[in-house]
């Protein structure tokens, strides 16, 4: 089966995460702004500081359309675009106090989700021309998950289950909850047929009690490299297999020539680091 995805975030979304990230900075009011003529226009220009791939532009715009319905934002990129260090990323044309009170909000999702996209595109880009498809996983940041599965896929890799509802993943603390893989595996095929049903395993013995079972795919656990060059040739292709686990930029190549299917990397939400933009106002 393919792995999962997730449709673009809708608009109803992505206003609500815009107007929860603005009352968390204005609490009572933006006692800064207020200092600015009420009625004063002006313009702004965002820059990018390093080279990314952009994602958050819907997050972006909800920010500033929130404070001032009739701003003017012009892109110069679209999402999953890719930009060099210093390239002009958007011009904001709107009222003074929309454009610096509606800023730090509007950057916060540019450069997470922008480095959420830039590290999935280094990932999707190190595995390129062997069958591997790069995956994230459900290690995203509290209410941003949508957002995040987003920009991973703007970078170019794909999405997991979405969360817990969506598909079955069998673990370790399944297995023995239920009292054996086999017995976990026919609870949830009996409960919900029609999902997607994977199951982690940590050796052979557990791998091919996996297979006897008819999973739709097995993930590899912490194997060792030559352990999964042995269960690629093992499986033979009777079932998708995934490599999870201690999944590095510099190891993900090899991991990807060991013929897998599919890799998950935490990382490409877990480990944030933001994109560096830059805002300027001029009258």
């Known amino acids: 089966m393919d792995e999962r995805v997730l449709p673009p975030p809708s608009a109803a979304l992505v206003v609500a995460d815009a107007r929860r990230a603005l009352a968390e900075d204005f609490g009572n009011g933006d006692v800064t702004a207020d200092l600015l003529p009420a009625r004063a226009h002006a313009h702004a220009r965002v820059i990018a500081r390093e080279a990314a ?3 958050g532009r819907p997050w972006f715009e909800a920010c500033f359309r929130e404070l001032d319905p009739d701003v003017r934002i012009d892109w110069h990129i679209d999402d999953g675009g890719r930009v060099a260090a210093d390239a002009s990323v958007c011009d904001i044309r709107g009222v003074s106090r929309a454009l610096v009170g509606a800023e730090r909000s509007a950057l916060n999702f540019l450069q997470t989700l922008s480095g959420t996209a830039t590290v999935a595109a280094q990932f999707a880009d190190a595995v390129r021309g062997t069958r591997a498809t790069i995956l994230d996983t459900r290690k995203t940041l509290p209410g941003m998950r949508l957002a ?8 170019g890799a794909s999405n997991h289950r979405i ?4 598909a079955i993943l069998i673990k370790e603390n399944h297995i023995a909850a239920a009292g054996s893989l086999t017995a976990a595996v026919g609870a949830a095929r009996a409960r919900h047929p029609d999902l997607l049903l994977e199951v982690e395993v940590e050796n052979f013995a557990e791998l091919d009690a996996a297979l006897a079972a008819r999973v739709d795919r097995i993930m590899l ?12 040739v093992h499986v033979a292709g009777r079932v998708k297999l995934e490599v999870s686990g201690s999944v590095s930029l510099d190891r993900v190549r090899v991991l990807a020539e060991t013929g897998v299917d599919y ?3 935490g990382a490409l939400t877990k480990h944030v680091r933001a994109i560096d933009f830059s805002m300027r106002v001029t009258l």
């Not at 969360?163 to 969506?166: C, M, P, Q």
């Not at 656990?221 to 690629?232: C, G, H, M, N």
């Open 53 to 55: 791939v952009i994602c």
């Open 148 to 155: 995040q599965k987003y920009a991973v896929r703007c970078g």
């Open 163 to 166: 969360g817990l509802f969506d």
């Open 221 to 232: 656990d912490e194997f060792s490299l030559d352990a999964i060059r042995r269960a690629v």
């Open 263 to 265: 890799i998950s990397v």
